[in-house]
């Protein structure tokens, strides 16, 4: 049976600790899926200076950690509005 974890973060400047909570995050189920704030939703949350890494560059970067399934970008201030599109789209709920 498949077991879909899901996170979000902005992960501006991945780190060891985001590294370890990716980690965790799969051991969890059999797929991870990473939900990460838009650059427009970052700045909203961070400041006008950030991120430093724009969301191609930050989707690039996780898709490439071995612990990662999928990363989806949202714009809203909470994943909550993509979580609900992922169950309906894979038929979870």
Known sequence: ?????FTNGCFDII???H????RRARELGTKLI??????????????????YLNQNDRTQILKGIR???????????????LVKQYCRENKRQ
Not at 1 to 5: L, P, R, W, Y
Not at 19 to 22: A, F, K, N, V
Not at 67 to 81: M, S
Request: proline share 9%; net charge negative.
């Open 67 to 81: 612990y990662v399934d999928d990363v989806f970008v949202f714009d809203e201030p909470t994943p909550e509005k």
């Open 34 to 51: 990473v939900g990460i704030n838009s650059d427009q939703s970052v700045r909203a949350i961070k400041g006008e200076t950030k991120p």
């Open 15 to 17: 780190h060891p600790g």
């Open 1 to 5: 049976m498949e077991v879909v974890v």
């Open 19 to 22: 590294i370890d909570l990716l």
